[in-house]
């Protein structure tokens, strides 16, 4: 079975440039989440889907970051236009729900993408 | 204060010693604990998960939860050189809120 898996592995872009960041999450898998890792700083949540419906979003910085999950399989993070705080590493991971509780299972994180904005 | 506290190291140990690694929290209503291996330029793996206070062993690892001090603990006996890497403990359920991270070198 594959895992998480993301694209790109590693983006470089301009201040003011756009960013889009793919994740396929593990075939079946409802939940997708992105988190992101800052240099120094711990890895941080960013959103929740559910399949297409976006479950929580509280953790979006702010309106530069779009993200979407079409069709309820895979995900894309736009980061538009870029700056120079949004480097760093970002996660995607997937996880099914678990029968009978309506809880989330074990999270399967991909590799990450890592974005440096210069 | 920050919702998960853990010191980020570097820990450097030799091979087969015991090793501690330890976060604490503020937030009491947390009931899920887990702890996460991130390999270098890989994503955090599951390592192991407990649900409310006490001890979970598997293998070489033993993950503990005292909640009435908000503190848990992974222990790695027999240290191997393959364990460096960064563990990161991570509290609640969705979403997570993970600490920094240790970094674990172990050196034959």
């Known amino acids: 079975e594959a895992g998480v898996t993301q694209f790109p592995s590693h983006s470089v872009i301009e201040k003011g440039q756009t960013v889009t960041l793919r994740c396929d999450p593990i075939s079946g898998h409802d939940n997708l989440y992105w988190y992101r890792r800052v240099m120094g700083k711990e890895i941080k949540f960013l959103l929740h889907f559910v399949k297409e419906s976006k479950q929580d979003e509280s953790g979006m910085p702010n309106n530069r970051f779009l993200a979407e999950r079409t069709g309820g399989t895979y995900s894309t993070l736009k980061v538009q236009p870029a700056e120079l705080e949004d480097s760093g590493v970002y996660f995607c991971?997937?996880?099914?729900?678990?029968?009978?509780?309506?809880?989330?299972?074990?999270?399967?994180f991909g590799e990450g993408s890592r974005l440096t904005v210069l | 204060q920050k919702e998960v506290e853990q010191d980020p190291g570097p820990l450097s140990v030799p091979e087969g010693a015991i090793v501690s690694l330890n976060c604490t929290y503020s937030?009491?209503?947390?009931?899920?604990f887990m702890w996460y291996r991130q390999y270098s330029r890989k994503g955090p793996e599951l390592l192991m998960y407990t649900y409310s206070s006490g001890n979970k062993e598997d293998g070489r690892f033993t993950a503990q939860v005292d909640k009435s001090s908000k503190y848990i603990s992974l222990f790695i006996r027999d240290s191997q050189p393959s364990d460096s890497a960064t563990y990161l403990c991570?509290?609640?359920?969705?979403?997570?809120?993970f600490g920094k991270g240790t970094r674990l070198s172990v050196i034959a």
């Open positions: 991971a997937s996880s099914r729900f678990l029968s009978g509780t309506g809880e989330a299972g074990e999270l399967f």
């Open positions: 937030n009491s209503a947390f009931q899920y």
């Open positions: 991570a509290i609640g359920n969705t979403p997570l809120v």
